[in-house]
């Protein structure tokens, strides 16, 4: 028996959907759903005929009671520990609890409409700070929105929802900054800075201007990871460090990033030199030295800290004229100055361990109208020369 359907009035402006299902086999009683509609008479069929042909097509999803704030714990536990990385998990987990339920985990999962959203990410941009101090940024929002996104598309896929309302909403466009990149002279400025202050990080960041790496790949690196005679750098491992928590090692997160850098003399030499010190570290602290076989560490051969190196960094670039400089400018300063030299972005995109060409081409666009304007000349003088 197909499905049917009729309204019964309760109040003025209510009414409730009532459809007829097929008897129960085992109990032999008739089975119906209800659903309480308020509005016309016109939207409340226009509901009951959605539900209707959801049933037919056996998309009909049964109303949960359950709230979006309930939901989105859920999904933390079922869905994102199993499957996300620490520090990803550590992030969803905070915007959740101190964003997203807050704002939205009262109203009933199925009752959920793209307008709550909407409005949720409008009030976000203007006053969605904890500390409040204002709105949050067009990126944290965006990010809000890529969590609710993911969150309820699993919500669909588990039949909890007929629909993603996330998909019907304009989430805030976030325009990527202008990458920050240090010309040559610049470069020489910093390190030049670094090395009179007799610097700790001194070959650390002399290692980051010429290979590019991120930071948690190179206080990843182990002396294992480096052939000194090829002059080659295997990213084979990242340090991550959480809040509160101890480091830990992780492979990259892609494939792309698991790669063989090429070192340039200049960072041999230094890498070298950093080994000599460690082997002098290591005989004079004795049982002391805690070897983790990194190339980069601290005096006793423990991990560096991430939250110490960005610290230190900060103080060297304000002390080199470059206060606004980032550790992570290292590696756009890199990317940079190889595709001025004229270098294939391909090759660039492999140093740096992008997952597509696309990436590296977007992130780094302000190189391009140079690049545009050299070609041009190279093919004039090419044909010049053919005449």
Same mark, same amino acid.
């Given at each position: @028996?197909?499905?049917?359907?009729?309204?019964?009035?309760?109040?003025?402006?209510?009414?409730?959907?009532?459809?007829?299902?097929?008897?129960?086999? +085992?109990?032999?009683?008739?089975?119906?759903?209800?659903?309480?509609?308020?509005?016309?008479?016109?939207?409340?069929?226009?509901? @009951?005929?959605? @539900?209707?042909?959801?049933?037919?097509?056996?998309?009909?999803?049964?109303?949960?009671?359950?709230?979006?704030?309930?939901?989105?714990?859920?999904?933390?536990?079922?869905?994102?520990?199993?499957?996300?990385?620490?520090?990803?998990?550590?992030?969803?987990?905070?915007?959740?609890?101190?964003?997203?339920?807050?704002?939205?985990?009262?109203?009933?999962?199925?009752?959920? $409409?793209?307008?709550?959203?909407?409005?949720?990410?409008?009030?976000?941009?203007?006053? *969605?700070?904890?500390? *409040?101090?204002?709105?949050?940024?067009?990126?944290?929002?965006?990010?809000?929105?890529?969590?609710?996104?993911?969150?309820?598309?699993?919500?669909?896929?588990?039949?909890?929802?007929?629909?993603?309302?996330?998909?019907? +909403?304009?989430?805030?466009?976030?325009?990527?900054?202008?990458?920050?990149?240090?010309?040559?002279?610049?470069?020489?400025?910093?390190?030049?800075?670094?090395?009179?202050?007799?610097?700790?990080?001194?070959?650390?960041?002399?290692?980051?201007?010429?290979? *590019?790496?991120?930071?948690?790949?190179?206080? #990843?690196?182990?002396?294992?990871?480096?052939?000194?005679?090829?002059?080659?750098?295997?990213?084979?491992?990242?340090?991550?460090?959480? =809040?509160?928590?101890?480091?830990?090692?992780?492979?990259?997160?892609?494939?792309? #990033?698991?790669? $063989?850098?090429?070192?340039? =003399?200049?960072?041999?030499?230094?890498?070298?030199?950093?080994?000599?010190?460690?082997?002098?570290?290591?005989?004079?602290?004795? $049982?002391?030295?805690?070897?983790?076989?990194?190339?980069?560490?601290?005096?006793? *051969?423990?991990?560096?800290? =991430?939250?110490?190196?960005?610290?230190?960094?900060?103080?060297?670039?304000?002390?080199?004229?470059?206060?606004?400089?980032?550790?992570?400018?290292?590696?756009?300063?890199?990317?940079?100055?190889?595709?001025?030299?004229?270098?294939? =972005?391909?090759?660039?995109?492999?140093?740096?361990?992008?997952?597509?060409?696309?990436?590296?081409?977007?992130?780094?666009?302000?190189?391009?109208?140079?690049? $545009?304007?050299?070609?041009?000349?190279?093919?004039?003088?090419?044909?010049?020369?053919?005449?």
């Amino acid at each position: @028996m197909m499905p049917t359907g009729h309204l019964e009035k309760r109040y003025k402006s209510s009414w409730t959907i009532v459809i007829e299902l097929d008897r129960d086999p +085992v109990t032999g009683k008739r089975k119906r759903i209800t659903k309480s509609v308020k509005g016309t008479k016109k939207e409340a069929e226009k509901e @009951m005929v959605r @539900m209707l042909n959801e049933l037919e097509r056996g998309t009909y999803v049964e109303p949960s009671g359950m709230t979006v704030g309930e939901y989105l714990l859920h999904w933390l536990e079922a869905y994102c520990k199993p499957n996300l990385a620490p520090k990803t998990l550590q992030s969803y987990s905070y915007i959740i609890h101190q964003h997203l339920i807050p704002a939205l985990g009262h109203i009933k999962l199925d009752k959920l $409409q793209p307008l709550h959203l909407q409005e949720y990410y409008s009030k976000a941009l203007q006053s *969605g700070r904890k500390d *409040g101090k204002g709105g949050l940024s067009l990126r944290s929002v965006q990010y809000h929105h890529r969590i609710l996104h993911e969150a309820l598309g699993h919500a669909l896929k588990w039949q909890l929802v007929h629909r993603n309302v996330a998909e019907a +909403v304009e989430a805030p466009r976030y325009k990527r900054p202008d990458v920050k990149a240090l010309s040559p002279e610049e470069v020489n400025k910093l390190l030049a800075k670094a090395k009179e202050i007799n610097h700790p990080d001194y070959a650390l960041l002399v290692t980051a201007v010429y290979t *590019g790496m991120r930071q948690g790949e190179l206080l #990843g690196l182990r002396w294992q990871d480096i052939d000194m005679t090829a002059g080659v750098a295997y990213v084979r491992q990242i340090l991550q460090k959480l =809040p509160g928590q101890p480091v830990m090692f992780k492979e990259p997160k892609t494939q792309a #990033g698991k790669r $063989q850098v090429v070192l340039s =003399p200049a960072v041999i030499d230094i890498l070298k030199a950093a080994k000599k010190q460690q082997a002098e570290n290591r005989l004079r602290l004795g $049982q002391a030295y805690q070897d983790y076989g990194l190339v980069f560490c601290r005096e006793n *051969g423990l991990p560096l800290d =991430p939250f110490t190196v960005t610290h230190r960094f900060k103080k060297l670039a304000k002390l080199a004229g470059f206060p606004e400089l980032r550790f992570h400018d290292l590696r756009h300063t890199h990317a940079t100055l190889l595709l001025a030299q004229g270098v294939h =972005p391909k090759v660039v995109q492999e140093r740096l361990g992008h997952r597509s060409i696309t990436l590296t081409l977007d992130t780094y666009s302000h190189v391009l109208p140079t690049l $545009q304007k050299e070609a041009a000349a190279k093919v004039e003088e090419a044909l010049k020369h053919s005449k």
